[in-house]
């Protein structure tokens, strides 16, 4: 059974980097077919797809956050991880990592890490 | 990007009742729709794929149909466990995109 963990600060001061990484137990990401994701959600509010990467290193990003945002992978590890630059405010949420499967449904995902971004 | 557009915001039903919610792309998607459930507090679950194909484990009283722009999204008799926020997405395009959500209650 996949599982998907996220980890990294809960708090982030305005202006500086937001980490988080996403540990992946149960199967591993370099054995391809799968793309690695990124969602976030802020409070009460919907979902949004941040962006993607593949074993490879190959990434998609949403254009609307792509000028801040990077996706890399360790697949020693079995990790990949975000990392999003000059935050504000308008970046506390949930995050989520997930998988997309072949089908392109994201059937597995983490259980959300809440960051707030406040000094 | 291709925007989704779910109906409606929410939705109030008894216990039994069909429930139908709809989603529109805002270009052809071909059946590239993914439909998920989300309870408070919790991860998004994947319910239906290819617009139409139920994931794995998931009640035979949810289904899916629609293909193009408009889709259509169906619970044939609400029960208590399926009070939840639902989600469109398209996966024809990158980059993803999400519905704004339905949220469902019990009346």
């Known amino acids: 059974q996949v599982q998907l963990q996220e980890s990294g600060p809960g708090l982030v001061k305005p202006s500086q980097t937001l980490s988080l990484t996403c540990t992946v137990s149960g199967g591993s990401i370099s054995s391809g077919g799968y793309y690695w994701s990124w969602i976030r959600q802020h409070p009460g509010k919907g979902l949004e797809w941040i962006g993607y990467i593949y074993y490879s290193g190959s990434t998609y990003y949403n254009p609307s956050l792509k000028s801040r945002v990077t996706i890399s992978v360790d697949t020693s590890k079995n990790q990949f991880s975000l990392k999003l630059s000059s935050v504000t405010a308008a970046d506390t949420a949930v995050y989520y990592c997930?998988?997309?499967?072949?089908?392109?449904?994201?059937?597995?995902w983490g259980q959300g890490t809440l960051v707030t971004v406040s000094s | 990007d291709i925007q989704m557009t779910q109906s409606p915001s929410s939705l109030s039903a008894s216990v039994g009742d069909r429930v139908t919610i709809t989603c529109q792309a805002s270009q052809d998607i071909s059946n590239y729709l993914n439909w998920y459930q989300q309870k408070p507090g919790k991860a998004p679950k994947l319910l239906i794929y290819d617009a139409s194909n139920l994931e794995t484990g998931v009640p035979s009283r949810f289904s899916g149909s629609g293909s193009g722009t408009d889709f259509t999204f169906t619970i044939s008799s609400l029960q208590p466990e399926d009070i939840a926020t639902y989600y469109c997405?398209?996966?024809?395009?990158?980059?993803?995109?999400f519905g704004q959500g339905t949220k469902l209650e019990i009346k």
């Open positions: 997405q398209q996966y024809d395009n990158l980059p993803r995109a």
């Open positions: 997930a998988r997309e499967a072949p089908s392109g449904g994201d059937d597995y």
